[in-house]
């Protein structure tokens, strides 16, 4: 079990992420009411997004601190809890998918999620790093940054949902379908590609069916790296669906792909729109991938070990 001071435990939730925007005025009492059944007082900050991260550096000296938001909220708060020193992170899945919290074995029901906190361990993953930029997750340029965009502006021109707005975004990209030239280089990896989707994932994503999406450990050491081939917008639905099911060939399917500590992204554009977590961001190239070897502290459930989750070899308790 993590060394929980009697003190209040200092949670910041990120109150425009999906689930928590959803909870609207009873966003306070729900995260407290799910702490106190398990035992805990809190000291709660409800913040926009923008004020997440400058929050977790002010509260570098808490042991535990809580984050409730999505993959991209965590992302930018797991970076700025490893660079002002701080202890382990505890996640509440707030945000509108949550993967990383899955992968951790977190459960999606806030008051077992707090109760997971309570009673949790500590367990090292990596953190991936492009430009000094950190993501959980997945990084990607191409395609689906600019179905982010196109969807975002959507829902601001028309108040709706984002789900709802995914669906003409995903046409309007199909519709434009861009081509990217980048150079790839790092151990192992040395390719000039014409990709309409470059996808990076902290850690190994496998393409197995039944399994396609998933990651084999959190602690590997290792990005995995996948450039789709160029093809047709036809060719590009039926990929997709493809991929979904499984049945993706690796060899006609691909540009290229392979797993390294490292690497560079070189383009003709001095700048590329990248998205990390979900996240869309403007960056200069070229972009410098890397991890940081178990460099972030999480909470998982105390019986993660004996699950069937992505985590890797458990760490010891705090």
Same mark, same amino acid.
């Given at each position: 079990?993590p060394?929980l001071e009697?003190?209040p435990?200092p949670v910041?939730?990120?109150?425009?992420?999906?689930?928590a925007?959803?909870?609207?005025?009873?966003?306070?009492?729900?995260?407290?009411s799910?702490?106190a059944?398990? !035992?805990?007082r809190?000291d709660l900050?409800?913040?926009?997004?923008?004020?997440v991260?400058?929050?977790?550096?002010g509260?570098?000296?808490?042991p535990?601190?809580v984050?409730g938001?999505?993959?991209?909220t965590?992302? !930018?708060a797991?970076?700025?809890?490893v660079e002002?020193g !701080?202890g382990?992170?505890?996640?509440?899945?707030?945000g509108?998918?949550?993967h990383?919290a899955?992968?951790?074995?977190?459960p999606?029901d806030?008051?077992?999620?707090?109760?997971?906190?309570?009673?949790?361990s500590?367990?090292?993953i990596d953190?991936?790093m492009?430009n000094d930029t950190?993501?959980?997750?997945?990084?990607?340029?191409?395609?689906y940054p600019?179905?982010?965009?196109?969807?975002d502006?959507?829902?601001?021109r028309?108040?709706i949902p984002k789900w709802?707005?995914?669906?003409?975004?995903?046409?309007?990209t199909l519709?434009?379908?861009?081509?990217?030239r980048l150079r790839l280089?790092?151990?192992?990896?040395a390719?000039?590609v014409?990709t309409?989707l470059?996808?990076?994932g902290n850690n190994r994503y496998?393409?197995?069916r039944g399994?396609?999406?998933?990651?084999?450990?959190?602690?590997? !050491?290792?990005?995995s790296?996948?450039a789709v081939?160029?093809?047709?917008?036809?060719?590009m639905v039926?990929?997709a669906?493809?991929t979904m099911l499984?049945f993706s060939n690796p060899?006609?399917?691909?540009a290229?792909?392979g797993d390294c500590?490292?690497f560079?992204?070189?383009?003709?554009?001095?700048t590329?729109?990248?998205?990390?977590d979900?996240?869309?961001?403007r960056?200069?190239?070229?972009?410098?991938?890397s991890?940081r070897?178990?460099g972030?502290?999480?909470?998982?459930?105390?019986?993660?070990?004996?699950?069937?989750?992505?985590?890797g070899a458990?760490?010891s308790?705090?």
């Open positions: 079990m060394s009697l003190g435990l910041v939730v990120n109150r425009s992420g999906g689930t925007a959803s909870l609207g005025d009873s966003l306070g009492d729900t995260v407290r799910a702490f059944a398990a !035992g805990r809190i900050h409800l913040v926009d997004g923008e004020g991260d400058a929050l977790v550096r509260l570098a000296s808490a535990i601190l984050i938001g999505g993959d991209g965590i992302g !930018g797991a970076q700025a809890r002002s !701080g382990a992170l505890g996640i509440l899945p707030l509108t998918r949550n990383l899955g992968e951790l074995g977190i999606s806030l008051t077992a999620a707090a109760a997971a906190i309570v009673a949790g500590v367990r090292h953190l991936a492009v950190a993501f959980v997750n997945n990084a990607s340029v191409g395609l600019l179905m982010v965009r196109w969807r502006a959507e829902r601001k028309k108040g709802l707005a995914t669906l003409p975004a995903t046409w309007a519709r434009r379908l861009p081509h990217h280089r790092g151990e192992g990896i390719e000039a014409v309409p470059l996808f990076v496998t393409l197995e399994r396609v999406g998933k990651r084999v450990a959190l602690d590997d !050491g290792l990005l790296v996948f081939g160029a093809r047709s917008r036809l060719g039926w990929f669906l493809r499984g060899g006609r399917d691909f290229a792909i500590a490292a560079t992204v070189s383009s003709p554009s001095a590329i729109d990248i998205a990390l979900g996240e869309v961001r960056m200069a190239t070229p972009l410098m991938f991890l070897r178990r972030l502290a999480v909470i998982v459930p105390a019986d993660a070990r004996s699950q069937d989750v992505c985590t458990g760490d308790a705090a």
